[in-house]
């Protein structure tokens, strides 16, 4: 399987949904990739993988580091790589070092970057430079300490308005897709009318052009996750359950048995 280009995926809109789940790790990457059109390594990866609050102390070392191991692992998907807070607000020439310091060491084919029309020429720059970028409206998490939740954005007809231009701002400086995140639903179906670019929702609409979920969430590895997460597994339980009965094969000397020893004939030994 070939992989799949950055120009095929903005043709997709309106076609047969788009598919994009976050990964952070090879092992992740090689399992989730055949099912995907792209992988995100998102910088959930601060909650997901380093147990921070927020993504706001995410750094490029962390995503650089993690975007080399999903694009190892992967063969078929787009991956995307979140750019982190603070690395790309600066301006043009801050957001294009950052997103190329990304390309050239991870081997990734794209970098998202959180924001509305204050981040068009942003956008547009890097754009004109080669580096595709992946859009993300509505709800920003980089942006928790100015907006104080993580509540469903576009509730009053100032913020609908506001965020559907931001969309068109960015959809209409070259990105080639974009993230809509926690919009109420009339909202994220109408930025999918609006752009040129396929959306891509969590907390969206079934109206957008592909949905996204982060991995774990999506595996049930965490207690707590927002309205918009369906769990396609209940993992968390059953890795309790993995860990509880290797404690007790560990301490009953039932594990490791004499099929899991080097040097021992295989043939029934006693009390093997
Ligand atoms: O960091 C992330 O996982 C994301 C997705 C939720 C879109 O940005
Ligand atoms: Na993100």
Partial sequence: ???????????????????????????????????????LVGDSLGQVIY???????????????????????????????????????????????????????????????????????TVRFLVERGIPVMGHVGLTPQAINALGGYG??????????????DAKAIADAGAFAMVVEGVVEPLARAITEAVKCPTIGIGGSPACDGQVLVVDDMLGMFERTPRFVRRFDDLAPRIDAAAAAYAGAVRDRSFPAAAELYGVPQHPVAGG
């Fill in 1 to 39: 399987m070939k992989r799949l280009t950055v120009p095929g995926i903005a043709r997709a809109k309106g076609g047969t949904p788009l598919v994009m789940l976050t990964a952070y790790t090879a092992r992740m990457a090689q399992l989730l990739d055949a099912h995907c059109d792209l992988l």
């Fill in 51 to 121: 147990g921070l609050d927020t993504t706001v102390r995410v750094t490029l070392d962390m995503m650089c580091a993690h975007g080399a191991a999903v694009v190892r692992g992967s063969y078929h998907s787009v991956v995307a790589v979140d750019l982190p807070f603070g690395t790309y607000e600066a301006g043009p020439a801050a957001a294009f070092a950052s997103a190329a310091r990304v390309l050239r060491e991870t081997g990734c084919a794209a970098v998202k970057m959180e924001g509305g029309a204050v981040l068009a020429d």
């Fill in 152 to 165: 469903a954005r576009g509730k009053s007809d100032a913020e609908f308005a506001k965020i559907l231009s």
